[in-house]
């Protein structure tokens, strides 16, 4: 492929990776943005590590080496044009990337997240029962992708619970690409006006929460912990709760999988990985720019220019996983690139294996008839969303 001028790629299938991509020879290959700009889309599981490995490549939003802002090369309709906040650490690169996560990276060790499993466990069970009360059909999406990730990380960073509800519906409109940019410029205001005003509130009144615990060590400015907050509640509840939603769907149409989930508690860790692999919901990126020349699969990725990596073709590569279209709940694929790698890898991801080992399980355990309530083929999805997934999942049992 030598040219590819829109981001995200199509997908013809729910299940599987841009038809495009299974045109591709090799794991690098030239492309051209939307502005015209070139640039390389790496494809290839080994490079894609190399890449996110390599501090030669910068991730920050206002490019490196005299590269342009990321966002100006999307196409119009692609990012908003809100600026990056302060705190947002996950568009910066060393050193001031590490004095943020370095703060955080305590709240989401795996000893914090053993003494939360009993309350997350608590809150699937009791979207289980309230979607069990409202009776057949229903939404999964709503009833029970959405909501579970949102409660857990409301809850972990100190959302009042009569305000999540605002924070659900604010998030949405954000990283819906069916809106316009400026609807979306204008969510993302509106969230983060929300946000300062309960950092605000936690620095009056602190709690036994993230956001008080950061207000209290006095390291960050109101501003920075407000970006901070942002981040963490949008990617903390965007990305889990499009993994629930598509992961339920695939589940419920490979039966024979979703029957092992059920039954085999064994099964529940590696069935995470593979769903995270085989799906793979992370459209646009890892995005990363050079700073300097980068030899790379026998090329050389010059000084200022940018480099996508798509993760739907990544964890696809047949040399890293074998027979790499099968779907096997059983299949050992810790190494998949779905929370990225290197020091931007997902700072929630134990959370979110968390949330999700337990909640599949849980699901299928308590609508053992559970299934779609309309065919596979009407099942709205979000191809124009930063994160893929499904709209709504009807479901009766």
């Not at 993302?188 to 993230?210: F, Q, T």
């Not at 509640?233 to 629930?244: I, K, Q, R, V």
């Not at 085999?264 to 085989?278: I, K």
């Not at 559970?370 to 709504?392: C, F, H, M, N």
Request: proline share 9%; net charge negative.
């Amino acid at each position: 492929m030598e040219t590819l001028d829109t981001l995200p790629l199509d997908r013809t299938d729910p299940f599987e990776p841009p038809a495009v991509l299974k045109e591709l020879q090799g794991p690098l290959h030239p492309m051209t943005y939307a502005d015209g700009r070139p640039g390389w889309l790496v494809t290839g599981y080994t490079e894609a590590r190399a890449v996110l490995d390599d501090p030669r490549f910068s991730n920050s939003t206002q490019g490196g080496g005299g590269a342009p802002p990321i966002k100006e090369l999307m196409p119009p309709e692609g990012l908003t044009d809100w600026v990056i906040p302060p705190g947002f650490f996950i568009a910066m690169d060393d050193p001031e990337h590490s004095r943020f996560r370095r703060l955080l990276t305590g709240h989401f060790s795996m000893r914090k997240m053993r003494r939360l499993e009993p309350r997350i466990q608590e809150i699937i069970d009791g979207r289980l029962e309230e979607m069990a009360r409202g009776g057949a059909p229903a939404d999964l999406v709503q009833a029970f992708a959405l909501p579970i990730p949102s409660l857990v990380i409301c809850e972990l960073l100190g959302v009042p619970y009569g305000e999540r509800a605002h924070f659900q519906d604010t998030t949405a409109r954000a990283v819906n690409f069916d809106n316009s940019a400026e609807q979306r410029g204008a969510s993302h205001a509106e969230l983060m006006g929300y946000l300062s005003e309960l950092v605000g509130r936690k620095r009056a009144e602190p709690a036994e929460d993230l956001i008080s615990g950061l207000a209290a060590g006095g390291e960050l400015t109101h501003d920075e912990l407000t970006g901070v907050a942002t981040l963490l509640l949008t990617a903390g509840h965007e990305t889990t709760a499009n993994m629930l939603g598509l992961g339920a769907f695939l589940l419920l149409c490979r039966p024979e999988q979703a029957e092992l989930v059920r039954t085999d508690p064994g099964v529940a860790a590696s069935a995470v990985e593979e769903l995270m692999r085989y799906l793979s919901i992370t459209h646009i990126g890892p995005i990363r720019v050079a700073r300097a020349d980068v030899p790379l699969a026998g090329r050389t990725i010059k000084a200022g220019e940018t480099v996508t990596i798509s993760i739907p073709a990544v964890n696809r590569d047949e040399t890293r996983f074998p027979d790499p279209d099968r779907f096997d709940v059983t299949r050992q694929a810790g190494a998949q690139l779905g929370f990225s790698h290197g020091i931007h890898q997902c700072l929630g991801q134990q959370l979110a294996r968390l949330e999700m080992r337990l909640a599949y399980p849980a699901l299928l355990r308590r609508f053992p008839g559970l299934r779609l309530a309309v065919p596979a083929a009407e099942v709205p999805l979000r191809p124009r969303a930063t994160i893929y997934g499904v709209a709504a999942l009807p479901v009766t049992w």
